[in-house]
């Protein structure tokens, strides 16, 4: 039971480029969110989906999209990366009795 | 002001010591309380939820003040594997709130 599933671990991104951050989890969780936690800081909500086909925005969601095409998926898509973007990204999923996160995604943008 | 505030601390404590930590909630349509712990440039993983009744498990309590809107964190016994961040979460509504966490570091 591998749990919540973030690839990659780590990136390094130019100004203006694109990417997806994937997320995947075998619990058939219905629930599932992105977090971007800047250092020394809390965690920030940039979007969620509460099932298939349903997304929502967070506390954060400018610059990001996400799409929720099956209950195991769920990735985040920079559309064209800032420095101001630079973070360490957690996806979750939440079931009983609480979230369950992956290990992250350390991003860099110069 | 923020929805879930913690005190960032850091606490630094001897081993063996009993400390507790404290955090706020403004939303008083929260129905569920979680305490999580996150070790440096790990991820966060849930430590035990928070009844109202209070909750214990081996070293360490939760407890809920509804009135009040606080729930508290106590660990005894302190062990140098407590070293971490402790984020508070509430939840409600279908939305969860994590505190920014507050750090302890058990010495030797």
């Known amino acids: 039971n591998a749990g919540v599933t973030q690839t990659p671990k780590f990136q390094v991104l130019k100004t203006g480029q694109s990417m997806t951050l994937q997320c995947a989890q075998d619990?058939?969780?219905?629930?599932m969110s992105w977090y971007r936690q800047d250092p020394g800081m809390g965690l920030r909500l940039i979007h969620y989906?509460?099932?298939?086909?349903?997304?929502d925005q967070g506390e954060v969601p400018n610059g990001y999209n996400v799409s929720r095409s099956t209950t195991e998926d769920f990735p985040l898509r920079l559309l064209s990366a800032a420095p101001s973007q630079t973070s360490v990204y957690f996806c979750?999923?939440?079931?009983?009795?609480?979230?369950?996160f992956g290990s992250g995604t350390r991003l860099t943008v110069v | 002001r923020k929805e879930v505030e913690q005190d960032p601390g850091p606490f630094n404590v001897p081993e063996g010591a009993t400390v507790a930590f404290n955090c706020t909630y403004s939303n008083s349509a929260s129905q569920s309380f979680f305490w999580y712990r996150q070790d440096c440039r790990k991820e966060p993983k849930l430590l035990m939820s928070v009844y109202s009744s209070g909750n214990e498990d081996g070293r360490f309590t939760a407890q809920l003040n509804r009135a009040s809107q606080y729930i508290s964190l106590l660990i005894r016994d302190s062990k140098l594997s407590d070293s971490a961040t402790y984020l508070c979460v509430a939840s409600g509504a279908g939305k969860s709130t994590f505190g920014d966490g507050t750090t302890l570091t058990v010495k030797p």
């Open positions: 619990m058939n969780h219905e629930y």
């Open positions: 979750a999923s939440k079931g009983p009795p609480g979230y369950t």
């Open positions: 989906s509460v099932g298939a086909g349903i997304t």
